[in-house]
């Protein structure tokens, strides 16, 4: 006669296991830090596809956890990183949809450092759209308030945080000089922030990104000064972190003899 109590307890065994591995919370910051990384690489590389393979774990883990900061801010960042694959004038519909659903997860973030990052790219987002806007005067009025008060609010929560000094600067750098903005001023908080990724040491907990697109930026606000050779050498260190950082090959070097384009 074969005795089942073997099997029997291989079972029970086999199904504890799995019950306490169902039972351990997942681990959010570590999805969201993969996630984020992954996310970045795609938009610079304007790989739509990979963006869309980057954000499947993330929507797993927010299904499980649909509150916590760094998957929602995460997923907003996903968002903001897919409006800028829809730049075609036949994109602006998608692009702002894609700007709206960002927004809509980013004020939903609670808890530093967190809350304050979302709040610096709401701000920003706002003022994109703004610009998408039909009328922008009106659209100007309703949402410049509201995006000044969350980068404000960002930068006194962060101050010593990249990107949002990159938010900060990219504000300096499209506002009109009789309403206070300022290339050179953007150039210095931009080249603050380049320093900062730049800086060794053990990152900060929170978000990560940014570094590429600084110096993305840094170039522009160098050529909006007329220092191209200052411009074109950012867009180059920006090619060394991502060689196929598309806006930078496809756009911004190319514009080394044209008036500087904005993303």
Known sequence: MITRFPLLSFVLLSAAI??????EPINTDKIAADAESSIERAGLRADGAALATAVKPLEAALAAAPDQPALLYTRGFAYYVSSGLHRGPKDLAAREQCLRDAVSLLERVKGN?????????????????????????NAGATLGPQS??????AAAAAPTSPRVLVFRA?????TPKEYGGDPVEAAA???????RFAAPG????????????ALAWLGIARQQTGDLAAARAAWLQALAIEPNFAWVK???LPSLAKPPPMR
């Open 148 to 153: 000044g008060r969350l980068v404000a609010q």
């Open 189 to 195: 908080m931009l080249q603050q922030a380049v320093d």
């Open 18 to 23: 799995l019950s306490s591995a169902l039972s």
């Open 113 to 137: 450092p967190w809350e304050a990052e979302a709040a610096a790219m709401h701000g920003s987002i706002l003022g994109e759209l703004i610009a998408l806007s039909k009328d922008p005067a």
């Open 202 to 213: 053990t990152p900060p907990p929170g978000p990560a990104w940014g570094y590429a697109d």
């Open 250 to 252: 496809f756009a911004l």
């Open 170 to 174: 990219r504000s300096l750098l499209f």
